[in-house]
């Protein structure tokens, strides 16, 4: 692949850790309240954060570009942002999911035994949680690789600026004889899909199963 194309993969990657870090915070106290909240209220909040799964990206980045500051639009940052978005109801859902599944009994014995609540966030609730919420950040990476519509409304797709892998892809294929750095940039983002989706298959079985006694 060209310097520019290395470019590209590497940006997508930046990109992408960059927006999962920032998802994290978000992703998780939503997966908490939501797996300990009902009511309309909890119903309106989850309504909200599934949009973005269902809605046009290019919707999503039209109302990010609505709301962001002009000095973030078309710039990396505003890629980061893009792509945090698009991929949240991912980690949230799995990030809810990791923490219905711990057994109230285990929080419960916990608090008998005078663990305040951080103590059991932090020895209970944390380890039983962790592999569904690395599961989610998994998946919420392998969607921020993978984003296109919303990143070009708000960043653009400036090469070695803000011309992520999708991106690039999308410039090659509009290009007279661009085919062979076409194929080359595909292999490349379906590479770095697999293997995202790897960690998160992996994760999940681990979740999964049931621990020894």
Not at 11 to 28: E, K, Q, W
Not at 120 to 129: N, T
């Amino acid at each position: 692949m060209t310097p520019a194309d290395w470019a590209a993969v590497g940006l997508s990657l930046r990109v992408a850790l960059a927006a999962t870090v920032l998802a994290a915070g978000p992703s998780l106290a939503l997966g908490w309240a939501l797996a300990h909240r009902r009511g309309a209220v909890a119903s309106a909040v989850e309504f909200a954060v599934l949009l973005p799964l269902v809605l046009p990206p290019v919707v999503t980045g039209y109302a990010l570009l609505l709301v962001l500051p002009r000095t973030v639009l078309f710039t990396w940052v505003a890629a980061v942002l893009a792509s945090a978005v698009v991929g949240l109801p991912l980690f949230v859902q799995l990030a809810r999911a990791g923490f219905e599944a711990v057994d109230p009994a285990l929080v419960d014995a916990a608090r008998v035994d005078g663990a305040g609540r951080r103590a059991v966030a932090r020895h209970v609730v944390a380890p039983l949680a962790s592999a569904a919420v690395g599961a989610g950040a998994a998946l919420h990476f392998a969607r921020a690789l993978g984003e296109f519509g919303a990143t070009l409304v708000v960043a653009g797709n400036l090469p070695g600026r803000t011309q992520t892998l999708p991106l690039a892809l999308y410039s090659r294929l509009q290009q007279v004889g661009g085919e062979p750095a076409s194929v080359r940039l595909a292999v490349a983002a379906v590479v770095l899909a697999a293997l995202s989706l790897g960690v998160s298959r992996v994760l999940l079985r681990r979740w999964g199963r049931p621990s020894a006694p």
